[in-house]
């Protein structure tokens, strides 16, 4: 992630230095909301059946063992944060995975120093830019022709928008709002093809941060065990529930995935040969 986005670095090094170490070893998407993302990735990878997978924006991710695990890919990650590096390669090594962590900023790394990658993914990073158009192009240039881009940002122009603006707007000044719409248009103006979006997800509780930059320093010591209550009953609720479609308003994510199309094959027959038009 770059140092000009509109979370800057320090923010990041701040939420990752509150965090410790996790044994990393066994984990799975267990929450509703990784529950919804993994099923998302699962589309994906189950479609295209990459070898290979760059996270971009991954540190402390527990998702670069998981997809080295679960699916044999031959994994790397990408932050600029030395913590979340730290925490991401941790991570590796509880599980016993191999794979690369780049300690680097997004914009000053080369598609030539990390090769060139099936799927590159990003769960959480691109509504940090302004400039949603440059940050996806960054992004697409870690693509091999013919490989998958696959991007999952907040929904924020839902109920979890207004929940982060009336509980810690600081926090939500630090994204962009990124509609379906918004984020169709970009992946087809960067001239990918097979395009899919959607909304992903019934709701969330746990979308908006307890504790990151309240609004109401002095009542966030009750804000926060109720929504950690609420929190667990939802979970509960949502375990018996296997939704992960949504409605616009409520849904906690927006995905979208596409290809990178092969110079030498003809945009029409790269959507038939890859993908399906997306809905």
Known sequence: MKQSGLAKKQYWDDVYGALSDTNGADWSPRGYEERVLGHELDRVLRHFRPASAL?????????LPYLAREY?????????????????????????????????DLFTLSPEETGTFDLVYSLGVVEHFADLNNVLSRLLRFVRPGGVLFTSVPNLRSLHGLGM???????????????????????????????RTGHAG????????????????????????????????????????????GLP????????????NDPGVPASQENVRRGRDGS
């Open 55 to 63: 996270e971009v924006g991954c540190g402390d991710s527990p998702w």
């Open 202 to 245: 019934l709701a969330s509780v746990g979308i908006v941060s307890r504790g990151v930059q309240p609004r109401f320093r002095r009542l966030d010591g009750l804000v926060a065990p109720l929504a950690q209550g609420a929190n667990i009953l939802f979970q509960m609720i949502m375990k018996r529930l296997p939704i992960t479609g």
């Open 72 to 104: 044999r890919l031959e994994i790397a990650g990408i932050d600029y944060s030395e913590r979340g590096c730290e925490l991401a390669r941790h991570r590796l090594r509880q599980s016993s995975t191999r794979g690369t962590v780049y300690c680097r």
């Open 165 to 195: 603006w009336l509980y810690q707007p600081e926090v939500l000044k630090k994204h962009r709002v990124v509609t379906r719409d918004e984020l169709a248009q970009t992946y087809q103006r960067l001239g990918l093809s097979g395009i």
């Open 249 to 260: 308003w409520l849904a906690p994510f927006i995905v979208a995935s596409g290809v990178k």
